[in-house]
């Protein structure tokens, strides 16, 4: 018996029942059911929308096309507790029982995300407040304060009706905790609570006024409750550092609040999440999914031209969160409705989209919506059905989808992304470069993506983790920007290089602590020894300057200067610069350490150059591509495991591309023929073993 189906069936006999998925004994897996399919696909069905004469055409519609999940609920408070303390599930339990019938999983979410208006009416002190002192009215969603004692006692309330009612309910899979949190509030309690998050993070005032240096501009605070609650402005470095671990606590407090309501009256196969914007910067992700089960995003494309290695850059990050599979909780049927132009995805491209998701971890691909409502604030969304009730163009190629994903999950059971490359992202690092730019294009994100740009496309594979995890797996390790650099980080990095790793820090690294302050020595701080080189000097760049040697090209945005101290530092490339601060200096430094290596890159680097480095990096650290030769427009993912691997290739072009197997391959479904595949085309083989 595979170990996934023996976990689930000790589940479902009661038998040393883990207490939670994040306890199973297949930790990269997103979900374990024995008796369900390991690939999901399905839609965000809204039945309190509609009469309920209509749920049988609805879910006969769905079932149709290929769908065996439906999230349902999220929004429907009003509805489950018209009144306060009065509560209706008579109409959720038939929907339910209805989705059942039609071979539906059920996700439930529970409604917090949009409060009753009797509650913002008879306490309007649960609504949000916004930085300038406004606080919100009743109408649109988000509406409340994460800081709220009386708002999350109505949450915990509604989230421990639902879990004591459906926690048992066969059909229902999983849970997802509120929708898309993340709005801050500045109300009189979040202020409060900032001031506990700070007595708790500093003990006392002094190290506060110590570890933000407020003798500057007369910040100096003699109690705690003197700081002011800021997101933006000209505030402390420090304050707004910090105000964003506030917000981590808060939110992943705020999410605990329910599910620890809802732990001990749910069974352990149903799994807890919630839905997050990619590369939201509201709280640090890594963090707040710590005590859930599986990660779940939300996956959009707003001017309907897909990058593929930027989106497939969102995807890695989300796996990343917990090292493990995850699910896409809401992706778009064609287009969305919230940019200046909702271009929809050219045909094939939501399919194509979809085996990227998988290819990348998803194990389950929900679209959102499933039907346009006559009225509301999102009437001109992508959807499954037009408004008469039948199916809109995109329907074909979603049921293609939902059939070929259907058909190929008994191969991808139990498989996991494979990456012999990892990208360290941390939220520190990023808010604190966003916070003090210093150059208005340096974005942190773009600066990210441009170093794994070429090593996705060369290397076929790429983990995104948090700087504290585990590196030991990975060869070759890259972190673009760690500017927020703990000791204790510095220390597992030391290790890891001294067991062999090979470490490459991009510009900005090392730069400061987790108090955003700076650290006494130059770039890149507590591993400036392990380098044996420091940042004489860092440029922001109106102009590119050239880079020479080992990789050669231009600087754009920021250039460094680098100066070896120790004498095995080797340079790899320098600056071209006529009459500047730059000309001659090294740009990237490199030193072996043992059998492993740390590298320091000083300059953003153009695209072809970075492409160079990649290659000169992944060879260094021996990461060999799966398939050799590609177009550009190819994407490459092996998922393995179980004993199997599955290599996925999906030609994001608009022409079709030869493609060279590895020895050993065979084709197993999909967009394959005469060595092509086709243009937005999709093809799986398998390619044996499990490594
Ligand atoms: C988010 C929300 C959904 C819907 C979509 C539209 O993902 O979770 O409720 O508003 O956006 O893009």
Same mark, same amino acid.
């Given at each position: 018996?595979?170990?996934?189906?023996?976990?689930?069936?000790?589940?479902?006999?009661?038998?040393?029942?883990?207490?939670?998925?994040?306890?199973?004994?297949?930790?990269?897996?997103?979900?374990?059911?024995?008796?369900?399919?390991?690939?999901?696909?399905?839609?965000?069905?809204?039945?309190?929308?509609?009469?309920?004469?209509?749920?049988?055409?609805?879910?006969?519609?769905?079932?149709?096309?290929?769908?065996?999940?439906?999230?349902?609920?999220?929004?429907?408070?009003?509805?489950?507790?018209?009144?306060?303390?009065?509560?209706?599930?008579?109409?959720?339990?038939?929907?339910?029982?209805?989705?059942?019938?039609?071979?539906?999983?059920?996700?439930?979410?529970?409604?917090?995300?949009? !409060?009753?208006?009797?509650?913002?009416?008879?306490?309007?002190?649960?609504?949000?407040?916004?930085?300038?002192?406004?606080?919100?009215?009743?109408?649109?969603?988000?509406?409340?304060?994460?800081?709220?004692?009386?708002?999350?006692?109505?949450?915990?309330?509604?989230?421990?009706?639902?879990?004591?009612?459906?926690?048992?309910?066969?059909?229902?899979?999983?849970?997802?905790?509120?929708?898309?949190?993340?709005?801050?509030?500045?109300?009189?309690?979040?202020?409060?609570?900032?001031?506990?998050?700070?007595?708790?993070?500093?003990?006392?005032?002094?190290?506060?006024?110590?570890?933000?240096?407020?003798?500057?501009?007369?910040?100096?605070?003699?109690?705690?409750?003197?700081?002011?609650?800021?997101?933006?402005?000209?505030?402390?470095?420090?304050?707004?550092?910090?105000?964003?671990?506030?917000?981590?606590?808060?939110?992943?407090?705020?999410?605990?609040?329910?599910?620890?309501?809802?732990?001990?009256?749910?069974?352990?196969?149903?799994?807890?999440?919630?839905?997050?914007?990619?590369?939201?910067?509201?709280?640090?992700?890594?963090?707040?999914?710590?005590?859930?089960?599986?990660?779940?995003?939300?996956?959009?494309?707003?001017?309907?031209?897909?990058?593929?290695?930027?989106?497939?850059?969102?995807?890695?990050?989300?796996?990343?969160?917990?090292?493990?599979?995850?699910?896409?909780?809401?992706?778009?049927?064609?287009?969305?409705?919230?940019?200046?132009?909702?271009?929809?995805?050219?045909?094939?491209?939501?399919?194509?989209?979809?085996?990227?998701?998988?290819?990348?971890?998803?194990?389950?691909?929900?679209?959102?919506?499933?039907?346009?409502?006559?009225?509301?604030?999102?009437?001109?969304?992508?959807?499954?059905?037009?408004?008469?009730?039948?199916?809109?163009?995109?329907?074909?190629?979603?049921?293609?989808?939902?059939?070929?994903?259907?058909?190929?999950?008994?191969?991808?059971?139990?498989?996991?992304?494979?990456?012999?490359?990892?990208?360290?992202?941390?939220?520190?690092?990023?808010?604190?470069?966003?916070?003090?730019?210093?150059? #208005?294009?340096?974005?942190?994100? #773009?600066?990210?993506?441009?170093?794994?740009?070429?090593?996705?496309?060369?290397?076929?594979?790429?983990?995104?983790?948090?700087?504290?995890?585990?590196?030991?797996?990975?060869?070759?390790?890259?972190?673009?920007?760690?500017?927020?650099?703990?000791?204790?980080?510095?220390?597992?990095?030391?290790?890891?290089?001294?067991?062999?790793?090979?470490?490459?820090?991009?510009?900005?690294?090392?730069?400061?602590?987790?108090?955003?302050?700076?650290?006494?020595?130059?770039?890149?701080?507590?591993?400036?020894?392990?380098?044996?080189?420091?940042?004489?000097?860092?440029?922001?760049?109106?102009?590119?300057?050239?880079?020479?040697?080992?990789?050669?090209?231009?600087?754009?945005?920021?250039?460094?200067?680098?100066?070896?101290?120790?004498?095995?530092?080797?340079?790899?490339?320098?600056?071209?610069?006529?009459?500047?601060?730059?000309?001659? #200096?090294?740009?990237?430094?490199?030193?072996?350490?043992?059998?492993?290596?740390?590298?320091?890159?000083?300059?953003?680097?153009?695209?072809?150059?970075?492409?160079?480095?990649?290659?000169?990096?992944?060879?260094?650290?021996?990461?060999?591509?799966?398939?050799?030769?590609?177009?550009?427009?190819?994407?490459?993912?092996?998922?393995?495991?179980?004993?199997?691997?599955?290599?996925?290739?999906?030609?994001?072009?608009?022409?079709?591309?030869?493609?060279?197997?590895?020895?050993?391959?065979? !084709?197993?479904?999909?967009?394959?023929?005469?060595?092509?595949?086709?243009?937005?085309?999709?093809?799986?083989?398998?390619?044996?073993?499990?490594?």
């Amino acid at each position: 018996m595979a170990r996934w189906a023996a976990v689930a069936l000790a589940v479902t006999l009661g038998t040393s029942a883990p207490a939670t998925l994040a306890q199973t004994h297949f930790p990269e897996r997103a979900t374990a059911f024995a008796d369900k399919p390991a690939v999901a696909v399905g839609v965000a069905w809204y039945p309190e929308q509609w009469p309920e004469e209509r749920w049988e055409t609805d879910l006969q519609l769905m079932q149709r096309t290929g769908f065996n999940v439906v999230r349902i609920a999220e929004f429907a408070w009003s509805r489950m507790e018209p009144e306060e303390g009065r509560f209706d599930f008579a109409w959720l339990d038939r929907a339910i029982a209805a989705a059942k019938a039609h071979g539906m999983m059920v996700v439930i979410g529970t409604p917090t995300a949009a !409060p009753p208006a009797w509650l913002s009416q008879k306490y309007p002190d649960v609504l949000r407040v916004d930085e300038n002192g406004a606080r919100a009215g009743h109408g649109g969603r988000k509406h409340f304060s994460l800081a709220s004692a009386r708002y999350r006692d109505f949450c915990r309330q509604i989230a421990t009706e639902l879990a004591r009612r459906y926690g048992h309910n066969p059909a229902v899979v999983g849970w997802q905790i509120d929708n898309e949190i993340g709005a801050p509030s500045f109300d009189d309690e979040s202020v409060a609570a900032w001031h506990a998050f700070l007595q708790k993070r500093y003990g006392n005032i002094d190290e506060l006024n110590r570890r933000w240096t407020t003798e500057y501009w007369s910040q100096h605070y003699n109690s705690f409750d003197q700081v002011p609650l800021h997101a933006t402005g000209q505030q402390n470095p420090g304050l707004l550092l910090d105000f964003r671990h506030f917000m981590t606590a808060a939110w992943t407090d705020y999410v605990q609040n329910q599910a620890r309501a809802m732990r001990p009256l749910i069974d352990p196969r149903q799994f807890i999440t919630t839905n997050t914007m990619h590369w939201n910067a509201g709280f640090d992700h890594f963090d707040l999914h710590r005590d859930l089960d599986i990660a779940a995003w939300d996956n959009y494309i707003p001017d309907g031209r897909p990058d593929w290695v930027e989106n497939g850059a969102n995807h890695d990050l989300v796996r990343g969160y917990k090292q493990r599979n995850f699910w896409l909780m809401e992706t778009q049927p064609g287009r969305v409705d919230w940019v200046p132009v909702n271009r929809a995805l050219d045909p094939g491209q939501v399919r194509e989209m979809a085996w990227q998701a998988v290819a990348h971890g998803a194990d389950a691909v929900l679209y959102w919506e499933w039907r346009p409502t006559a009225n509301g604030q999102e009437t001109y969304y992508g959807t499954v059905l037009g408004q008469d009730g039948k199916y809109n163009p995109i329907q074909p190629e979603i049921a293609q989808t939902a059939a070929e994903l259907t058909k190929a999950a008994p191969l991808l059971a139990d498989t996991v992304p494979t990456a012999d490359v990892a990208m360290l992202f941390s939220y520190d690092s990023r808010w604190a470069i966003d916070l003090q730019r210093h150059h #208005k294009d340096f974005d942190p994100v #773009k600066a990210f993506t441009d170093f794994y740009r070429p090593l996705r496309v060369q290397a076929q594979g790429v983990a995104i983790v948090s700087p504290e995890a585990d590196l030991k797996r990975y060869p070759l390790v890259v972190a673009p920007n760690l500017m927020v650099l703990t000791q204790a980080q510095a220390g597992a990095l030391e290790a890891y290089v001294r067991g062999g790793g090979h470490l490459v820090l991009g510009p900005r690294s090392g730069m400061r602590d987790d108090a955003n302050a700076l650290w006494p020595q130059k770039q890149p701080g507590p591993l400036l020894d392990l380098l044996g080189a420091q940042v004489a000097q860092y440029y922001a760049l109106d102009e590119s300057v050239g880079v020479t040697g080992a990789v050669s090209g231009k600087a754009t945005i920021w250039a460094e200067d680098i100066e070896p101290i120790a004498k095995d530092v080797r340079t790899l490339a320098t600056y071209v610069d006529k009459g500047g601060w730059l000309d001659g #200096k090294p740009a990237i430094v490199t030193r072996t350490v043992g059998r492993g290596s740390i590298t320091y890159v000083g300059a953003w680097l153009d695209s072809a150059a970075m492409a160079q480095l990649a290659t000169s990096l992944l060879a260094d650290a021996r990461v060999t591509s799966i398939v050799a030769e590609t177009d550009s427009d190819f994407e490459i993912g092996v998922r393995a495991g179980g004993g199997k691997r599955v290599l996925i290739a999906i030609n994001h072009g608009t022409v079709a591309h030869p493609l060279t197997l590895p020895a050993g391959a065979r !084709p197993a479904g999909g967009d394959w023929a005469d060595g092509q595949v086709a243009a937005h085309g999709v093809a799986w083989f398998t390619i044996g073993g499990d490594k």
